[in-house]
């Protein structure tokens, strides 16, 4: 093999809700400038103490959905910066960048899409009407582990929820209201499916029931520039590059009613010439779907400065 064939070529991907914990990002700030910079931008963009929040807690405000999506927002983006300040000059260029449902609008901030001031109080405003959406209209989620899915979308269609995020071939969750999501339980698992998790999560995200979440987001995504990308956005609507600025709008403007195609996007980077996946994030969630998708490639978490510093060692 080559040299040529060797050398990495970089995917940057970010994690969604979920991830997030009390005390993520503290040795961030402890240890790196670009990291403090940017908690201190999150805390004057939206003009509360979202970094104390992070530190201390308390837990249960911390899993309030407009406070989650901020503060993972934040630690992404804290950690991508710090990345850049530990790599210096010899910072990898991704051919791609992508995000799992929250994590695609830190994708747009990394891509240049958008600005992090004006990302953080998107992904603020985003999760407060999700919450208010899932109030008008409860539901929730499931995960179903197992089933192919051609046979997930059938068991959907007969219960009468949507399928929200294919994450891998044997890993995929169901959304909608609660009395549907039930029968689509007892379905997939009639049906052969290893495991049925349901998930603690406080509505039916990625299915219509946010469609009103969507319809309040739409005056806040026109109230912001947008940009053409400076390298491409994997859209998770569709699992293909995003690469302009009206592209990256109509995304966002479908993107919470709409699948996360998560398999597909990470198919479409793999068949691009992607080799090696750097996940940003106080969590590994996404680097382990990656190998699921493909078990020979690099996936690598990056979450606080000894997990940057090992990766710096390891691959300079």
Not at 194 to 219: C, I, N, R, W, Y
Request: aromatic share 6%; net charge negative.
């Amino acid at each position: 093999m080559s040299d040529i064939e060797r050398a990495p070529i970089y995917s940057y991907i970010f994690p969604g809700q979920g991830a997030q914990k009390v005390g993520m990002g503290r040795t961030l700030y402890e240890t790196s400038e670009a990291a403090r910079e940017v908690f201190a931008e999150a805390d004057d963009s939206l003009g509360l103490h979202l970094t104390r929040l992070m530190f201390e807690g308390p837990s249960e405000e911390l899993q309030d959905t407009a406070h989650a999506q901020p503060a993972i927002m934040a630690v992404s983006i804290a950690i991508w910066r710090a990345w850049q300040e530990f790599m210096g000059t010899s910072v990898p260029q991704p051919i791609a960048v992508a995000g799992h449902s929250l994590g695609e609008y830190t994708s747009m901030v990394v891509g240049g899409v958008m600005d992090f001031s004006d990302g953080i109080r998107l992904v603020r405003e985003r999760g407060r009407l999700m919450h208010k959406a899932s109030e008008a209209r409860p539901g929730s989620m499931a995960a179903i582990i197992g089933l192919e899915e051609y046979v997930v979308a059938q068991v959907a269609q007969d219960a009468g929820v949507e399928m929200a995020n294919i994450n891998s071939d044997d890993q995929i969750v169901i959304s909608g209201d609660k009395m549907a999501l039930a029968r689509a339980m007892d379905l997939a698992s009639a049906r052969g499916a290893k495991k049925v998790v349901p998930l603690a999560v406080s509505g039916a995200f990625h299915s219509q029931l946010m469609a009103l979440a969507q319809e309040g987001l739409t005056d806040a995504i026109d109230g912001i520039e947008l940009r053409d990308p400076q390298f491409p956005v994997i859209a998770n609507s569709t699992g293909v590059a995003i690469v302009s600025a009206e592209q990256a709008r109509q995304e966002l403007l479908t993107g919470l009613c709409n699948c996360v195609l998560w398999k597909h996007s990470v198919r479409f980077m793999l068949d691009s010439g992607v080799n090696r996946f750097v996940e940003f994030g106080p969590a590994r969630v996404l680097s382990s779907l990656v190998r699921r998708i493909d078990p020979s490639v690099e996936a690598l978490t990056l979450s606080d400065p000894d997990t940057i510093r090992k990766v710096v060692s390891d691959h300079q």
